[in-house]
């Protein structure tokens, strides 16, 4: 069935170093996937997505990489910075108006 | 500019009472409309979706529903809520672009039901 899933619950980084999220699928009829951050109170905002026939998209500061072989995507954030503390989600779409969240990974930003 | 406004914030309910939660979005039309929520420390959990008025598809099946009485107003209602109806609930309305559906969503309600 569809699910996505992520390996770690919580990330703790130093400000400054690098940030990878990783997160899990098992739909191969994915079309897309997206990553999400929310922070505290408030809904989640859309950081970046990726198509099923990608392997790497960069954006400001984050990279996606997804490797269908294994299922797999991650959220590289450089230079991470305090305003960067959040709930990261992936969240995967088949084409159609249904997104799938996963349970998301908790960021935090040591200064 | 598009804007997503959702209320209340934060709300308190007994169990057995009944639910009304409010979106509406302007500066764009027949917005496609979402209702998800999200219970403590968990992702998000599609509860409805709206493509155009009057039309709902649920997601999961529960003691909710839905309805659309405008093109920009997405309504989340309840005759009795139960203690498991507790959770966060965003709205959200979407766009395509470049093929991908993105999400925008709005601040949330917090709901404890007790």
């Known amino acids: 069935g569809e699910s996505v899933g992520l390996h770690l619950p919580t990330l703790s980084v130093q400000e400054g170093d690098n940030s990878i999220i990783n997160c899990a699928y098992s739909?191969?009829?994915?079309?897309?996937f997206i990553w999400y951050k929310q922070e505290s109170g408030k809904g989640p905002q859309f950081i970046i997505d990726?198509?099923?026939?990608?392997d790497k998209r960069q954006g400001q500061r984050v990279t996606v990489l997804l490797n269908k072989t294994v299922k797999h995507l991650s959220l590289q954030i450089a230079a991470t910075q305090p305003g960067d503390s959040a709930v990261y989600f992936c969240?995967?779409?088949?084409?159609?108006?249904?997104?799938?969240f996963g349970a998301g990974t908790r960021l935090f930003v040591k200064a | 500019s598009q804007t997503i406004h959702q209320w209340p914030a934060t709300l308190v309910q007994p169990v057995g009472s009944p639910l009304s939660l409010e979106c509406t979005v302007e500066?764009?039309?027949?917005?496609?409309l979402y209702w998800y929520r999200q219970a403590a420390g968990r992702g998000l959990q599609l509860l409805f979706y709206?493509?155009?008025?009057?039309?709902i598809s649920s997601e999961v099946p529960q003691n909710l529903s839905a309805s659309r009485p405008q093109d920009r107003q997405f309504i989340l209602s309840s005759k009795k809520l139960l203690l498991s109806d507790s959770g966060f609930y965003l709205c959200?309305?979407?766009?395509?672009?470049?093929?991908?559906?993105?999400?925008?969503f709005g601040s949330g309600t917090q709901l404890s039901v007790l």
């Open positions: 959200a309305w979407s766009r395509r672009q470049g093929g991908v559906e993105k999400l925008f």
């Open positions: 969240a995967e779409n088949t084409g159609g108006f249904k997104t799938i």
């Open positions: 709206s493509v155009g008025i009057g039309q």
């Open positions: 500066g764009t039309s027949n917005p496609n």
């Open positions: 739909n191969s009829a994915s079309d897309y």
């Open positions: 990726i198509r099923s026939n990608m």
